[in-house]
Nanobody, 122 residues
């Protein structure tokens, strides 16, 4: 099982980024997928998750209305579209496979992989 996040970078406050999560070793379409982030000195925070079909999504209050999660099961990829970025969004972002839909925003996951750094300048 491998999950690799990409698409991070440096962006000004108010800007946008699209993160991608590529999966291998399992069929992504069979699982809900989560994004979480971790900033230096801070606890891991669940950001968003999406159901197997993409029909259901969840968001942390801190990103609701600014971030959108989506998936393309044919490409085995999940995306996180981040708009109106704030300095407090800066963190390493990871995609993960949660244990269940009920806990998909919890900071505990079955699998996660290499993260991608998001830096937001003020």
């Amino acid at each position: 099982v491998q999950l690799v996040a990409s698409g991070g970078g440096l962006v000004q406050a108010g800007g946008s980024l699209r993160l991608s999560c590529a999966a291998s070793g399992f069929t992504l379409g069979y699982y809900a997928i989560s994004w979480f982030r971790q900033a230096p000195g801070k606890e891991r925070e669940g950001v968003s998750c999406i159901s197997t079909s993409g029909g259901n999504t969840k968001y942390a209050d801190s990103v609701k209305g600014r971030f959108t999660i989506s998936r393309d099961n044919a490409k085995n990829t999940v995306y996180l579209h981040m708009n109106s970025l704030k300095p407090e969004d800066a963190a390493v972002y990871y995609c993960a496979r949660p244990s269940s839909w009920a806990t998909c925003l919890s900071p505990r996951y079955d699998y996660w992989g290499q993260g991608t750094q998001v830096t937001v300048s003020s």
